[in-house]
């Protein structure tokens, strides 16, 4: 079956998951990132890429972090932003999300950035677009429901290539709560995707996808045995919002056993670097300690995010 | 360019060709002369029809922009487009004092009012061949005429 993200030539046309985005395409992504990070050290910090074009940040869904390095890496790139929190307007009075995209497009949007609550919401606006003859405009996956978060899985390997260089050699291992993560199932299929050896899942059973298991992830529910000799630590949020039911006794516990303080760490390797997708709930999933202690790359996370989010925007402006 | 290039200069190469002759010039002439590398790829005015090339190489420049004196140097000056990006990028960091523009050949071709200060060599080439800089692992450069295809500078 054809790649929907990429068009005739193999180029990227849109930006859905990393489920089946080739590794050389990743790998072409995190390259051309790499000299976009120093644009953000220089007096002035655009450059004029995307100069003329106009993205849409459509949020479906809340998300002001994701949505500001979206807005700020479009703008860096000289483009035109115009942000639309859906969830209080069109929506509300009845239009469909189709004839939304129809809107958009006859105000001559260039490019789409969707964050929705429904899985598969940007790969029907993709479809529609290619379908109704519109193959110059393009969709960014900003959050899909459970299902991918691409451009933060891409921002996680990007900062795990950053500091470790070589995937081939790593342990990585993902915590917490990995059943309502759609950033754990991107930076799975990435770490997979690049060749990492050893990725781990660790939490409770009620926390981690019944499926977890044919992803080539080895499940741990002791974090002890998990974080041994990992490279690599991806803190999970607990998403408390999304929890329906009974999925754990309470905060307090969930930190006893799966939150990530000091003594914990040094289980892993001591050069080992601990990393968190934001927004982060000090005292559930993790200690201030560590959080702020000298193997937290979170913040330098959010400033890659940023230029992996113009690289993307970059590569699919021009085709 | 011996005594005519400002003795504090600053000498900024044009990825690839540019950026290896410009370390190779910082040896060669006399006083202190900065050295950094500049990948215009972010300000080509073809990137709406050929899109980013891969393997973009990111811009260095130790120096402060604002108020220093530049020589731009390049390999091959052709069409002079991507002397204008140079330049172009340049302001992006500051304001110089002055810019100046070396480049070992110039074949000719151009298609915006660009002129170097500084010139090793014109030559006259078919428009469908290439003039390419190599340099091998030893450090040597070797100028080569290529049949066409790789981007004009």
Redesign the interface.
């Known amino acids: 079956m054809a790649n929907p993200q990429l068009n005739d030539k193999g180029e990227l046309n849109h930006l859905l998951t990393l489920e089946g985005l080739p590794g050389e395409v990743i790998g072409r992504i995190l390259d051309t990132a790499v000299p976009f990070v120093s644009i953000a050290e220089r007096d002035v910090k655009k450059v004029p890429l995307l100069r003329g074009k106009t993205v849409f940040n459509l949020f479906f869904e809340n998300s002001t972090r994701t949505r500001t390095t979206f807005e700020i890496a479009a703008k860096r790139l000289s483009a035109d932003v115009i942000n639309l929190n859906i969830g209080v307007s069109s929506t509300s009075k009845g239009e469909t999300l189709l004839d939304t995209i129809d809107n958009l497009v006859a105000m001559n949007a260039d490019m789409f950035v969707v964050r929705h609550g429904e899985s598969g919401a940007p790969h029907l606006i993709a479809r529609h677009l290619s379908t109704s003859g519109r193959p110059g405009i393009h969709v960014i996956n900003a959050g899909d429901g459970r299902h991918q978060h691409p451009t933060q899985g891409l921002l996680d390997l990007f900062t795990i290539r950053h500091y470790k260089q070589d995937f081939h050699r790593l342990t990585v291992a993902i915590v917490g709560d990995l059943l309502h993560s759609r950033v754990a199932r991107s930076l799975i299929h990435g770490l997979t995707t690049l060749g990492t050896p050893e990725v781990r899942a660790i939490g409770p059973q009620t926390l981690l996808p019944a499926a977890v298991e044919s992803l080539g992830v080895h499940v741990f529910h002791d974090m002890a045995k998990g974080l041994s000799g990992a490279d690599v630590i991806v803190m999970l949020r607990l998403q408390s919002e999304r929890m329906k039911g009974a999925l754990l006794p309470s905060p307090g516990e969930f930190f006893k056993h799966y939150g990530l303080t000091v003594d914990k760490l040094a289980l892993a390797k001591p050069d080992a670097i601990v990393m968190h997708p934001g927004p982060m709930n000090r005292g559930v999933e993790i200690d201030s300690a560590v959080a702020d202690g000298k193997h937290s790359v979170i913040l330098p996370q959010v400033t890659f995010g940023i230029a992996v989010r113009m690289a993307v925007m970059s590569m699919l402006g021009a085709s | 360019m011996r005594g005519a290039v400002a003795i504090n200069a600053a000498l900024v190469g044009i990825y690839s060709g540019g950026a290896w002759l410009a370390e190779r010039l910082a040896q060669m002439l006399p006083g202190e002369h900065p050295v950094g590398y500049i ?1 215009v ?3 080509r005015d073809d ?6 090339r ?7 420049l130790p120096f402060e ?2 108020g220093s004196r530049i020589v731009l140097v390049d390999d091959v000056l052709y069409t002079g487009r991507s002397v204008r990006a140079a330049i ?1 990028e340049l ?4 304001r110089p004092d002055s810019i100046e523009l070396a480049v070992l050949v110039d074949r000719g071709g151009r298609e915006l009012p660009i002129e170097p200060t500084y010139v090793g060599a014109r030559v006259s080439v078919a428009r469908n061949l290439s003039i390419v800089l190599q340099r091998d692992l030893d450090g040597r450069l070797e100028l080569t005429v290529e049949p066409s295809g790789v981007q004009g500078g």
């Open positions: 990948d790829s972010f300000y990137y709406s029809t050929k899109g980013l891969a393997n973009v190489a990111t811009t260095t922009v604002g172009n302001f992006d960091y500051g």
